[in-house]
């Protein structure tokens, strides 16, 4: 009766490179929400960074008939196919983190990586002043983090023209590539003021050797992980900015649950001519954090995972 | 036939996983399961003719990932699909060349180029789409048929990966052209002394490699509608693992279309189950890795046997 | 034969780097002769050879077709002038099917676009027929280097060629197989082909040759009807001085010593061979013939654990030996030259002097394991003068040196060790013939010190001169033994081929 | 000297570059050029030896990332650094045991075998640290000191490295134990028919270069005070390049560690020098292959051209 789950009614999680640590977060609001209603979950996807991979394991999930699939789709256009095929076969398909737009999923979930850029840079002028040199380190070919990159840099040749963008290195997560890349910016640029790193693999390897070199950089970069947290809380990275990746799960949940359960609703809309679900949500903000010397201890991630059940 | 072993053990999976899983023996899982091998089995035959001349190719998922990028920029630009595919499926085979050349006349060792080439060919695919995938969407229907359309309940990609694999595994086993193959892979010199041109058929091996990974990416392209400038990283030890299994040699003179499929069938299969067993990702790679070692020691041992 | 003048070379060259195998030499070749060549262990022979065939490019110098200056750029074009070639070292393709492997060439020119293998499969088993049963469906892999010689033979003749190369092509193989071998040589000489023939057996140079060629150093001496001139007068163009004797001399009837250095009980092996007792006595040299394929090799090798699940007493020097690995062998001292040097008998790609430490590198090593390399360099430089071995610099690869000197290396891997039992596998294949009476000399004298020698030969009139006894294998028995007078060619072909049921012939 | 083009090369690359950049000739520059392949370069001298010997290992990253896995685990689990250290590399040596087991007794290749544990390893280093990186901040200053001090004005890893090289290269020159190496990989057959335990050659080959991804592992563990599950992913291609551009032979028998970290150095130059001149990122990876390409075909021509 009611929102509450049938007896064996399944909702699944399925992502790309499912071994990558930000996923973690992610699935325990899903399932945190899930147990709240009495729903089974499934952490499902591939190790492999490969859109065939995750479109058969996509297309696996759809042959178990759960009532809804959170989806990462690896690429926008692949799936589309994909998700409207499920969809039709009675699975509610809502995407997270990235998005198939052109398909009928219900919603997306995501972190707003415009509004991360655009904090970043009010705050790498706030701490070396509006006239100085900076440098980015990439990812180039994964959208969330051309996107943090790409807006910061237009955000400060828009805003704020004397800030001098010195060195843009693709380092793809590889913490000796960013290590290699940021001595060599360090090299170049003596006078480099802030560094702005997508994601924290990289900044792992760029603050060894911005402290091997003892250079004074303001290092800000998004995402989290243990090693930059203890950097953060020595001081030797100013800030991350961490995409709230429980609320992602949470409200990923929420919306395949209620997606699924659209028969609670009659909106006030062409929903029962158009055939389209009435539970559209088309964007949620899950937020980000923003982690300092003073909150970090609550960004512990195995600490939080103690007791917790990964899969 | 060298296959038997393959074969069997592929047999014994398939039987344990239908009684694991009730979904496995579907035909809905079944077609997941060849459709998520076939377009990177036409570069696994490419691959593995490749090997049987006694060379090998790092390059081809970034080649695979250009011929995305060459034929969506086109399309983008205006130009037909059709016509934008050919000229990208051309651009690959030229590619295959400029390697067969550096092989062949500068006398560069195939590993060193090919990946020299996978670099080269992956920062083309960056400078191609400034790093962003290209929407693809508005690609006509009849174009992206071949990559998502049906005739009967069979897919057009599994139709055209049959016929590629059908008709060079005829022609690798038949034809005069193909022998040379295997002579020059075998012995490069006695090739040579018996009057082969064994560069010219380095050279012809190398440049097919690459324009089947140009047909590879045309059927991506359509089937996906998009072309991610970072498609197909890591590929190339997919593939040449699935030739191997499949019972070629990385010193050259032996090999088989179908056994490499085999192996691709194999490798699929096992990534497929564990998907489907809802086996945790934390161990997915462990048990992935382990039936890999244990499959292929079995079929060697089963292959040194009957010999 | 006629007078025709089909092939004609003037004053070709060809070095390697600093070494100069071709100096200016000239040569002529009559339309249906066999016309040998003949010249020490480097002289250039194979080098000319592979000029002609269009493998290696002359560095200056003429090469007269039919008249016609040609350059001969590559094997494919020699082909079409109809130049075929067996060479010295097999080259053949391991992992495809004898008839592929004969038909190489044909299928290559062939317009046809498909293979058949049936008819393939036939007409080598026709081509094959004469020479030797072989299923033509055989992978070469799986071929004794023996069988792949004539494999390599019959390839050659399939050839539609006018010009017919064969570089020691009898050097593994017997009698009988040679016989057949001349037989076909003569049959395509009447048909009008012209052959030019490498060996260094002189006999077979003056019973099946017209003419002979003799180079030396890379310089061309003289060409002479055989019927003019004597193996005596060969052997004094190409060595530069008359060998005085070719075999040294044989245990004489009071040396005989009972002393059993090697005793060989009810050896068996599960399919190559059966019931094999022999012994090896102390100061004689034994030898070992057969038929090809008829087991020898793996006798042999049986005993030393290179190959094969051996059952039976092997003893030497008294001491009954439990050998579970060939390395277990080599510490009892006994260790075993290959019949297949290219593919197990030496290291191409390395140097000289690493080739002749090889089987003890801890010999030329100090007490913490450091290789001294001139302890190396003089280990390799006696070896190699004792062997009259000829080449660059020690630091060259083996790869660099003619035929005949590679397999003078590979003697000279063996002898480093000081060993007290050798097992030789066609240990003078292709040596030219100052070399083997220096070699045999060696063993002789070694046999004398107390050493066990047992040499396996496919040339029956080297067994006879060196050996003191020669047991005869048949399908993988021992049929007979031979000493004395009893040791003929006769009886030994005798025992190998269809008696051997009765004891041995006294 | 084989590797005199390569130096030529190389020396080409720095007048350039010290005309380029005014940054490029600095003690600082030099430090972190040599400091960003240092680690690698441990790895590069098992590989090199491994490839000498006629085998490959595609296992490398994982087993490094593993290394820091396990000595980070442990760490955190109340194991004294140092002896998680031995433990951990103690693991990566039977890892390589368990692999050369494979290739000596079951017979299979080098390349599929380690394949295999390449995904299992990198298998076990997810489950390990449940995907998550490990933070090991608290490790102590006097362990952390191998990855991060100096001695006087020589980074620690830098001695270590060269400690390392300059060992393995005199004892591959000198000793009769990596002679052995060199005669299996030249000609295995041979080498068995030498009384050479081929088998006993290739197992300790294969075992040393998983030693060395231990040792890689743990100065890299100390050096990023961090062990990343997801750490050397494609570190083998990079690897085998330095050996292959220092003309060591994928089919055994030849190489050296001089020419191997060569190799390394000049691909170390030339990325160095891509972010010293800021190209652009979209850039970067064609020049980049381009220069690789180059330099390996005229070291190929100034060697063909000597000898
Ligand atoms: N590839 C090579 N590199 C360097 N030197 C070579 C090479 N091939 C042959 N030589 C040298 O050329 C000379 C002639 O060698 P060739 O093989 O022609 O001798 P050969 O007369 O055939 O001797 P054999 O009777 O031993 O076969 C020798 O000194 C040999 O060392
Ligand atoms: N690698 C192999 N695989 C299969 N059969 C083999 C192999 N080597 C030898 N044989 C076969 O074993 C038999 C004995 O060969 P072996 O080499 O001992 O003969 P042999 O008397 O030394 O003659 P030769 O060496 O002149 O051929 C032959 O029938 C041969 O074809
Ligand atoms: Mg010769
Ligand atoms: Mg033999």
């Known amino acids: 009766d009611g929102l509450k789950c049938e007896p064996g009614e399944t909702y699944i999680m399925n992502v790309m490179v499912s071994g990558h640590p930000y996923w973690v977060p992610v699935y325990q609001g899903f399932k945190q929400a899930a147990e709240a209603f009495g729903c089974k979950t499934v952490f499902s996807g591939t190790p492999d960074y490969d859109i065939t991979k995750q479109i058969a394991s996509f297309e696996q999930d759809m042959v178990k008939q759960p009532a809804g699939i959170l989806l990462h789709p690896m690429q926008a256009d692949p799936f589309i196919e994909p998700i409207n095929r499920a969809i039709d076969s009675g699975t509610e398909i809502v995407t997270f983190a990235a998005d198939s737009p052109k398909s009928n999923r219900t919603s997306y979930i995501t972190s707003d990586n415009l509004a991360e850029a655009k904090f970043a840079a009010e705050e790498i002028v706030k701490q070396v002043g509006d006239s100085a040199e900076y440098a980015v380190l990439e990812n180039p070919g994964q959208s969330n983090h051309d996107l943090r990159v790409t807006a910061l840099i237009s955000y400060m040749e828009e805003h704020y023209p004397n800030m001098k963008l010195v060195g843009r290195q693709a380092t793809n997560q590889d913490s000796n590539a960013a290590y290699r890349a940021t001595g060599s910016i360090l090299q170049a640029n003596p006078n480099l003021a802030a560094l702005w790193i997508p994601e924290a693999g990289s900044a792992e390897g760029a603050v060894a050797a911005v402290l091997e070199a003892e250079a004074k950089v303001l290092i800000m970069h998004a995402d989290v992980t243990p090693t930059t947290l203890e950097h953060i809380k020595a001081g030797n990275i100013h800030m991350a900015l961490n995409p709230n990746q429980g609320m992602q799960g949470f409200m990923g949940f929420m919306a395949t649950f209620l997606a699924a359960h659209s028969d609670v609703f009659d909106p006030f809309n062409d929903y029962k001519v158009s055939g389209y679900n009435p539970v559209q949500i088309p964007y949620v903000d899950n937020g980000f954090a923003v982690i300092t010397k003073d909150n970090a201890d609550s960004f512990d991630l195995n600490v939080y995972m103690e007791g917790r059940d990964p899969s | ?307 | 034969m006629t007078d025709d003048v089909i092939l004609k070379i003037s004053n070709l060259s060809k070095s390697f780097g600093p070494v100069r195998a071709l100096k200016g030499v000239d040569f002529e070749l009559r339309q249906g002769e066999i016309h040998a060549l003949a010249g020490e262990n480097g002289a250039g022979k194979s080098t000319l050879m592979n000029v002609i065939d269009g493998i290696l490019q002359p560095d200056s110098g003429e090469i007269l077709f039919d008249g016609v200056p040609v350059r001969i750029a590559s094997p494919a074009m020699a082909q079409k002038l109809g130049v075929g070639f067996v060479h010295q070292e097999t080259a053949l393709c391991p992992d495809v099917s004898v008839a592929e492997n004969i038909f190489m060439a044909t299928t290559n020119a062939s317009r046809s676009l498909l293979m058949n293998y049936r008819t393939l499969e036939q007409k080598a088993a026709e081509v094959l027929g004469e020479l030797v049963d072989i299923n033509p469906a055989t992978l070469v892999r799986d071929l004794s280097i023996s069988h792949q010689q004539l494999v390599e033979i019959a390839k050659a003749l399939t050839l539609d060629c006018r010009v017919l190369i064969l570089d020691e092509p009898t050097a593994a193989l017997t009698e009988k197989e040679a016989q057949i071998l001349f037989r076909i040589m003569r049959r395509l000489a009447d048909k009008g082909i012209s052959i030019i023939y490498i060996s260094h057996r002189m006999v077979e140079i003056f019973d099946n040759c017209d003419r002979v060629s003799v180079f030396r150093d890379g310089q061309y001496i003289t060409t002479r009807n055989v019927s003019e001139i004597t193996p005596d007068d060969v052997v004094n163009a190409m060595v530069g001085r008359v060998i005085d004797e070719l075999y040294p001399r044989k245990q004489t009837e009071a040396e005989r010593s009972d002393e059993i250095i090697l005793n060989v009980r009810n050896l068996n092996e599960r399919s190559r061979f059966r019931d094999v007792s022999f012994q090896l006595r102390k100061g004689e040299i034994l030898g070992l013939a057969g038929l090809i394929g008829a087991g020898r090799s793996e006798i042999v090798k049986g005993i030393c654990q290179l190959e094969g699940e051996v059952s039976g007493e092997v003893a030497l020097n008294g001491k009954t030996l439990s050998l579970s690995s060939y390395q277990d062998s080599i510490a009892e001292g006994i260790v075993y030259l290959s019949e297949d040097r290219k593919g197990d008998g030496i290291f191409l790609d390395m140097p000289i002097a690493g080739n002749v430490s090889a089987l003890k590198p801890e010999q030329v090593a100090n007490g913490f394991g450091l290789i001294l390399r001139q302890k190396e360099e003089s280990q390799a430089e006696a070896l190699g003068a004792r062997l009259n071995l000829k080449y660059g610099s020690l630091t060259d690869p083996v790869s660099s040196l003619s035929g005949g000197n590679q397999q003078k290396v590979a003697i000279a891997k063996m002898l480093s060790v000081n060993p007290k039992l050798i097992f030789l596998d066609e240990p003078t294949r292709g040596v030219d013939v100052g070399a083997k009476a220096e070699i045999h000399r060696i063993l002789r004298n070694l046999a004398a010190s107390g050493v066990g020698i047992l040499v396996i030969s496919s040339e029956l009139p080297e067994l006879i001169g060196v050996c003191d006894r020669v047991l005869v294998v048949r399908e993988g028995r021992i049929s007979g033994e031979v000493t004395g007078d009893r040791m003929t060619e006769e009886n030994i072909m005798h025992l190998a081929s269809v008696g051997g049921a009765q004891a041995a012939i006294q």
């Open chain 2, 1 to 307: 036939m060298r296959e038997t072993g393959l074969i069997a053990i592929i047999l014994v999976l398939f039987i344990v996983m239908s009684f694991a899983s009730p979904y496995f023996l579907t035909w809905v899982n079944m077609r997941a399961m060849v459709m998520a091998f076939a377009v990177e089995g036409i570069v696994v035959v490419g691959m593995t003719i490749l090997l049987i001349s006694g060379g090998i190719d790092l390059s081809v998922g970034s080649v695979t990932a250009l011929a995305m990028v060459i034929a969506g920029w086109l399309f983008l630009n205006g130009v037909d699909p059709w016509v934008a595919s050919a000229i990208s499926i051309a651009a690959c085979t030229g590619i295959g060349a400029f390697m067969g050349f550096f092989v062949t006349r500068v006398g560069l060792h195939h590993f060193i180029v090919s990946l020299a080439i996978m670099v080269i060919a992956r920062g083309a695919c960056l400078l191609g789409t400034g790093g962003r995938p290209l929407g693809l969407f508005t690609l006509p229907p009849e174009f992206k048929f071949i990559g998502q359309g049906s005739i009967g309940p069979i897919p057009v990609v599994i139709i055209i990966f049959l016929a590629v694999v059908i008709g060079f595994d005829f022609m690798l086993r038949r034809t005069t052209l193909f022998r040379k193959v295997f002579y020059t892979g075998s012995n490069e010199k006695a090739a040579a002394y018996s009057g082969i041109r064994t560069k010219r058929v380095i050279f012809f091996t190398t440049t097919l490699c690459s324009a089947l990974c140009g047909v590879a990416g045309i059927i991506y392209m359509a089937r996906f509608g998009s072309a991610q400038p970072t498609f197909g990283i890591g590929m190339e030890l997919n593939v040449i693992a699935a030739a191997v299994i499949g019972g070629a040699s990385l010193k050259g003179g032996s090999g088989t279309i179908f056994g490499a499929i085999l192996g691709a069938v194999l490798l699929s299969v096992v990534s497929s189950s564990l998907a489907l067993l809802d086996v945790s990702v934390y161990w997915q790679d462990i048990i992935r890795g382990s039936i890999l070692l244990t499959a292929v020691s079995i079929d060697h041992y089963l292959v040194k046997k009957r010999a």
